[in-house]
């Protein structure tokens, strides 16, 4: 049994003593406390207690694995894990437990082919959908990738549709006006800059109400930030409205335009995760605004848009708006995990690729 420095783990005696009457569940329960706490040399005590009289326990052994991978046995522990998958094909607790240990093992074509496996059984496995963004979209989260953006470009008017809790809102720190967008009063976990305020209205109902001179007065927004409805009418809408007061050395960022799974990509929700067919809105500034500079960034969980070279004197996709919602509503997604559309320019999570992402 490996073991740490500087470690205890009480005897066989002392474990029988204290948990003769437990069931496995308890045992799980118990093992999957000491893993928590970085005790794996105590979890694998308590198999070595046990495992041999409850051989057919599968968690128990799962757990155990886990403890031996920890513990730095990681061949022993995978074999293990892989041989139980294969004994039990329909068994999500032993795929996902051999994604993570794959994935951390370098295999991470193997990691993602038994995610897309537990993600298809059920895609809200706890931690599936991100362990696999983590693989697909490595690098820096999108709210980390959005304050890069704010310190590369200074904006002095920042404009966000979808403010939840006020997160990203409150990166706006040195904007002399910042407006948030958003129906639903969430209380918000941060505190936001003296200069921001937030509208408690639909966006439809928000740009029908207000021009922008009542908000910036006679500065056009700077940058834009898209985490509004995760419907492609929606979106497309709003970046219709927001383009329009906009100047042309704007900047636009749009959320969740790259799914990872084509269930979280539909229009009817059916996963916590879900980004929607906001994706749609991309393909169709791609398709019908060839005008636009886009650049998307690889950055998880679901990629960040950003969208250049603006024209807020153009009228297109108003007046083609109903042929564009007509020709992408019923589109289903239509890429496999890790495959990108061209069209929307994908760049690395790294400081060079949002360099040219903002370029």
Request: glycine fraction near 6%; aromatic fraction near 8%.
């Amino acid at each position: 049994m490996p073991s740490r420095p500087n470690s205890f783990v009480p005897s066989e005696s002392e474990m029988e003593r204290a948990f003769a009457g437990a069931s496995a569940a308890d045992l799980v329960f118990l093992m999957r406390q000491c893993l928590e706490r970085g005790a794996y040399d105590h979890a694998l005590g308590l198999w070595e207690t046990f495992g041999r009289r409850l051989p057919d326990e599968p968690a128990l052994a799962l757990c155990a694995a886990i403890a031996r991978f920890v513990g730095g046995e990681r061949e022993p522990a995978l074999l293990a894990v892989s041989e139980l998958s294969q004994q039990r094909p329909g068994d999500l607790n032993a795929i996902c437990v051999l994604a993570e240990m794959r994935a951390r093992s370098g295999d991470k074509a193997g990691a993602c082919t038994a995610l897309d496996t537990v993600i298809e059984a059920y895609p809200d496995y706890p931690g599936a959908q991100a362990a696999l963004a983590s693989i697909l979209l490595p690098g820096p989260a999108y709210r980390d990738v959005l304050k890069a953006v704010h310190r590369s470009l200074v904006p002095r008017t920042y404009l966000e549709i979808g403010v939840e809790k006020g997160a990203t809102l409150a990166l706006a720190e040195r904007a002399e006006h910042a407006i948030g967008v958003d129906p639903a009063d969430f209380p918000l976990e941060v505190s936001l800059p003296p200069t921001a305020r937030i509208v408690r209205q639909t966006s439809d109902a928000f740009f029908a109400a207000h021009e922008r001179s009542d908000l910036f007065g006679e500065k056009p927004v700077e940058l834009a930030f898209i985490d509004g409805m995760h419907l492609f009418e929606f979106a497309l809408r709003d970046f219709a409205h927001v383009e329009r007061w906009c100047a042309p050395g704007g900047t636009i960022l749009l959320h969740d335009c790259l799914p990872l799974a084509r269930v979280t990509a539909e229009r009817e929700r059916r996963t916590r995760f879900w980004v929607g067919d906001t994706w749609k809105a991309a393909w169709a500034l791609a398709r019908h605004r060839p005008d636009l500079r886009i650049r998307t960034v690889l950055t998880p969980p679901s990629g960040l848009v950003v969208v250049r070279r603006l024209d807020p004197s153009s009228t297109l996709l108003k007046d083609r708006f109903t042929a564009i919602e007509r020709e992408f509503l019923a589109l289903d997604y239509p890429l496999a995990p890790g495959q990108w559309p061209r069209e929307l320019g994908v760049v690395p999570n790294t400081p060079e690729g949002l360099k040219e992402a903002l370029g």
